[in-house]
């Protein structure tokens, strides 16, 4: 192969961050001494295996694209198997045990492809900018709405992290760990995670732990689901369920909240830099994104069919805390299935905290201006890490705080997000069609119906439920 080839195959790698500071040792000779970074380092490796793989595959042909695939995977998958997180699989059990499969069948997976929409957009935006999105806002929209995004944030993502907790404190109980016990060697997995000093080995960690979201599909087979009624209700929807009205809202709010929130505008537009991803690769992180979505689509709907026993055979679900679905569930679905629902929330919980505790590392390393990536050691980006554990820490420690009402937290903490979505969508739509920014991939006019609809139906359900809020004899 000539040397142009090879040349327009390993892509010219530019530092994601320019304003990071220079390594603490000199690399490299010349003019190159102490300008690159650690983390400049280990992203050109990995941009280096991506082309190496790109030309290696061309001889080998679809093996060779796989491969390619395979080191460029990741922020979408993880994204939405975070987002299938602690409060989210409690809420799709919570919906399957009191309503049964009807309607929420087929409104989650609505749900799902409103999150691919909104995701989509930050594989584009990280790709072309290489910046992380809390940085782009604050350079595009200034201060007040960069503080604005960043309160809404941290406010989101440390009522999340408290719901992880409590949803991994939940799962062990089942397998009768003290809380103080499980809350610890949670958080104890947490930190080796974070603190491994590379993005590629903490993002494939992470992604063998997300695996286990999986567990709740032999969990849904061993409930005996009549998939007759699982395929009428996917082809035609069941009509909005009876009951009390305010408590159907509240968990339609935390639905829609269960996939689409903006933390993962964050992480994923993060992790995409963090993983040096080019807008060449811009296909790849779609089709990413999209088996994310795929699979994260199909756990929920396979936690709603699981805890459908209880709809079916007329249990009270109020009458369960948000730990107790596993126990409740296990004269139907046997110990077995029980334990594997019991484990799915666990890693539900887990997964979630490495990833949202990630992402606020991400939003506030950028607003400072300070080393925020995996790829650096702790000594070089102690604030980005401290961010990092610190919160992690606190949720922990207030998971054990008692009598907590868990299963309010649990729902509370998704119609929140759904709450807060609206601007941080007005602000991501502003940014993907601002062409002195994206350039030709900017969205088109079909990228923005889709992201002007998802916005609207997100501030519908928001205004429905501050009407049902303030005025409640509406639902009556």
């Not at 958080?187 to 995670?193: E, I, K, R, T």
């Not at 060449?280 to 994260?296: E, H, K, N, V, W």
Request: hydrophobic share 55%.
């Amino acid at each position: 192969m000539d040397q142009s080839r090879h040349k327009h195959e390993a892509e010219a790698y530019q530092p994601a961050h320019p304003t990071a500071e220079p390594a603490s040792a000199s690399v490299g000779t010349g003019n190159l001494a102490g300008l690159l970074t650690h983390e400049d380092i280990d992203r050109a490796r990995d941009r280096w295996r991506v082309a190496k793989a790109r030309i290696q595959g061309r001889r080998a042909g679809s093996f060779g694209g796989l491969w390619v695939f395979w080191l460029l995977v990741g922020p979408g998958i993880l994204v939405f198997l975070g987002e299938n997180d602690a409060p989210s699989m409690l809420s799709y059990a919570a919906t399957g045990a009191r309503y049964g499969i009807g309607f929420f069948v087929p409104f989650v997976v609505l749900t799902f492809a409103m999150g691919f929409v909104v995701q989509e957009m930050t594989v584009r935006l990280g790709a072309v900018t290489h910046r992380g999105h809390a940085e782009l806002i604050f350079d595009r929209f200034g201060p007040f709405w960069g503080f604005f995004t960043m309160a809404d944030l941290i406010l989101g993502n440390f009522l999340t992290l408290v719901a992880e907790f409590i949803g991994v404190r939940a799962g062990l109980s089942f397998f009768g760990v003290r809380p103080s016990l499980a809350v610890g060697s949670v958080l104890l997995v947490v930190v080796a995670a974070i603190t491994t000093g590379r993005y590629w080995t903490w993002e494939r960690i992470t992604m063998g732990l997300a695996i286990f979201n999986g567990l709740f599909v032999p969990a849904a087979l061993l409930a005996h689901p009549a998939w007759h009624e699982v395929g009428r209700a996917l082809l035609r929807w069941s009509p909005f369920p009876r009951g009390n009205r305010s408590e159907i809202l509240l968990l339609i709010l935390s639905t829609i909240g269960a996939t689409v929130t903006p933390w993962m505008l964050f992480f994923q537009q993060g992790a995409v830099v963090d993983k040096g991803m080019q807008p060449r690769d811009i296909s790849t992180g779609r089709l990413d994104t999209l088996l994310g979505t795929i699979l994260a689509a199909i756990f929920a709907v396979a936690t709603i069919l699981a805890t459908a026993p209880l709809f079916h055979h007329g249990i009270n679900a109020g009458d369960f805390q948000a730990g107790e679905f596993a126990q409740a569930l296990e004269p139907w679905i046997g110990h077995v299935g029980a334990a594997m629902f019991a484990l799915g929330i666990i890693e539900a919980g887990l997964v979630a905290a490495i990833a949202i505790a990630t992402s606020c590392g991400y939003a506030f390393g950028e607003v400072l201006h300070t080393g925020h990536s995996l790829n650096r050691p702790l000594r070089e980006a102690w604030p980005f890490y401290s961010i990092l554990l610190g919160s992690a820490c606190l949720a922990a420690g207030l998971v054990l705080i008692p009598n907590a009402p868990l299963e309010f937290i649990i729902l509370m903490v998704n119609v929140i997000a759904v709450l807060a979505m609206p601007p941080a969508l007005a602000l991501l739509l502003l940014l993907v069609n601002d062409r002195d920014v994206m350039g030709k991939y900017a969205n088109g006019l079909w990228a923005n119906l889709a992201g002007i609809t998802v916005t609207v139906l997100l501030v519908v359900a928001g205004l429905g439920f501050g009407l049902a809020t303030v005025f409640p004899h509406l639902l009556h």
